[in-house]
């Protein structure tokens, strides 16, 4: 069956460094793999979206990769800010237009 | 409107009676989608309605969900005989087309069973 693993673990790091949240998947052959950020108590707001043909996608301070061999995406935050701190869920999309989603990774920025 | 709107923000129920969910999306966009995120787990996907066509109704987890879209617009989400496992939040979400896979959530309904 369809499977996406995102590190259950929080991510703890600094201000200022480059926070990197993986995203793996296994049986699926997604057309679209989006990046969405999640605060308490709200609903998932959208990022980045990269195509299967696309290996790099970056908006501001922000960097996604994907590797359709490996099977992996990496989500990059540069010059991290305490404001950055959420929970960011990964959802790959392949034909049926229905996204399946991670359970997400917690993101905390230290002052 | 502005976003994708929900109500009621949170709802308490007792086990047993049947609930409304509502959801207006994005004017304009004709894919909706329903989903369920209970604490600490992923979204679970419950139904998708695509402009006029049939609904996705894979995602439902058993036949005492149900959820209709009037007009391509409004979308209701019914829960009958609520158990205390549906207790979760319960999210919309909109995009211009099923073809487009940038979605646009809602706010969520907080459903308790007690």
């Known amino acids: 069956s369809q499977k996406i693993e995102q590190n259950s673990e929080a991510l703890n790091i600094q201000e200022g460094k480059t926070a990197t949240l993986t995203c793996n998947y296994t049986n699926y052959s997604p057309a679209y793999l989006q990046w969405y950020r999640q605060d308490p108590g709200r609903g998932p707001v959208f990022l980045l979206l990269i195509r299967e043909n696309e290996k790099e996608k970056r908006k501001e301070r922000l960097k996604v990769t994907f590797d359709t061999t490996l099977k992996q995406s990496l989500f990059h935050i540069t010059a991290s800010q305490p404001a950055d701190s959420a929970t960011y869920l990964c959802a790959l999309t392949g034909g049926s237009y229905i996204p399946t989603f991670g359970r997400g990774t917690s993101l905390i920025v230290h002052p | 409107g502005a976003g994708v709107s929900q109500s009621p923000s949170n709802k308490v129920t007792e086990k047993g009676k049947d609930v409304e969910l509502r959801c207006d999306p994005i004017s304009g966009h004709t894919a909706l989608y329903w989903y369920r995120q209970s604490l600490g787990q992923g979204l679970e996907f419950l139904i998708y309605?695509?402009?006029?066509?049939?609904?996705?109704k894979s995602g439902l987890p058993s036949d005492r969900f149900s959820a209709e879209r009037t007009g391509g617009s409004v979308s209701t989400l019914t829960i009958q005989r609520t158990q205390q496992e549906d207790s979760a939040v319960y999210l919309c979400?909109?995009?211009?087309?099923?073809?487009?896979?940038?979605?646009?959530f809602g706010p969520g309904t907080r459903l308790t069973v007690t």
């Open positions: 979400a909109s995009s211009l087309k099923g073809e487009n896979p940038e979605q646009y």
């Open positions: 309605f695509q402009g006029n066509s049939a609904p996705d």
